[in-house]
């Protein structure tokens, strides 16, 4: 089993900066991808940005040159920088992890959510 602990989440002026963190823990044989996703209220849960092992991103278009996924490799953990903050990023933000472990092979493990509260 995987266990994921985010943390950052709050509430902050438009314009403003968070940074979220995900430590993952557990059985990790090694991470595949590790990412965020959000879901506003009413809406569907969607990407915000992905980090794969190799160090290649993905980012929303929504998002793009505000956010910053990065990830420490010793430490399993995963942060997105999000900078220029808007109303419409409010959300309750998801930790997504996916590992390779022993049994079975392949894990996909989501965090609890944290609650990011943008203020106009």
């Known amino acids: 089993q995987v266990q994921l602990v985010e943390s950052g989440g709050g509430l902050v002026q438009a314009g403003g900066s968070l940074r979220l963190s995900c430590a993952a823990s557990?059985?990790?044989?090694?991470?595949?991808?590790m990412g965020w996703y959000r879901q506003a209220p009413g809406k569907q849960r969607e990407l915000v940005a992905t980090?794969?092992?190799?160090?290649?991103?993905n980012y929303a278009d929504s998002v793009k040159g505000r956010f910053t996924i990065s990830r420490d490799n010793a430490k399993n953990t995963v942060y997105l920088q999000m900078n220029g903050l808007k109303p419409e990023d409010t959300a309750v933000y998801y930790c997504?992890?996916?590992?390779?472990?022993?049994?079975?092979?392949?894990?996909?493990?989501w965090g609890k959510g944290t609650l990011v509260t943008v203020s106009s």
């Open positions: 997504n992890v996916q590992v390779r472990q022993w049994a079975p092979p392949r894990g996909d493990y």
């Open positions: 557990g059985s990790i044989l090694s991470t595949i991808a």
């Open positions: 980090i794969f092992s190799g160090g290649s991103t």
